[in-house]
């Protein structure tokens, strides 16, 4: 199994800025991609950013420009940095780490991290 846990949620006010981290651990074997998703209260769970082992990131039109995706390989760990934040940022920040271990595919996800961004 592959256990993910993330950390660096909390308070902030518009146009501040805070740092996420997520790490990946158990059978991680080859752990191809890993990705941001957002949930705000009843709302759908989005993507919001994700990153390959190549570094190819991608994101999504309303935080390209003030978020970025990074990675370390080999502490199977991933940031993101959000700059700019703004109320609508408010929610839950979800983990999720999908690749190959011994035993198979997996889709990993963490229990999230609340980010408030207050007016």
């Known amino acids: 199994q592959v256990q993910v846990v993330e950390s660096g949620g909390g308070l902030v006010q518009d146009g501040g800025s805070l740092r996420l981290s997520c790490v990946a651990s158990?059978?991680?074997?080859?752990?191809?991609?890993m990705a941001w998703y957002r949930q705000a209260p009843g709302q759908t769970r989005d993507l919001v950013a994700a990153?390959?082992?190549?570094?190819?990131?991608s994101y999504s039109s309303s935080v390209k420009g003030r978020f970025t995706i990074s990675r370390d390989n080999a502490k199977n760990r991933v940031y993101l940095q959000m700059n700019s934040l703004k109320p609508e940022d408010t929610a839950v920040y979800y983990c999720n780490a999908k690749g190959r271990g011994l035993l198979g595919p997996y889709d990993a996800w963490g229990r999230g991290t609340q980010v408030t961004v207050s007016s």
């Open positions: 158990g059978n991680i074997f080859d752990l191809s991609v």
């Open positions: 990153i390959t082992k190549t570094d190819s990131t």
